[in-house]
């Protein structure tokens, strides 16, 4: 075990420099690892790595239409999706609702 109290400030530095390395390596190794286990998986059921490949491929999402506008700037608009923007927080604490929001 290592006493780090009796370690200089330049010493824990560089320790801590190892210790960041040797995680670095250790994940890149585990993801080899895992990797080979995935391709050897695959190999077994007559999967390509190309079908692999296309089985990752991030799908990409069109952006959503805008539903609702700000009533005082109607080129502020919101889709509906995520966090509700605030000024649909302010018009809904007004009294007002989705549907008078609504384009």
Known sequence: MIDLESLSLKELKQLQKRVETAITEFK???TRRALEEVEAFARDRGLSPADLQALM???TRRPATPKYADP???SVTWSGRGRRPHWVTAAL???K????LAI
């Open 97 to 100: 609702t989705l549907d008078d």
């Open 28 to 30: 890149d190794r585990e």
């Open 57 to 59: 491929r991030k799908r």
């Open 93 to 95: 604490a007004d009294g």
């Open 72 to 74: 005082n700037d109607p």
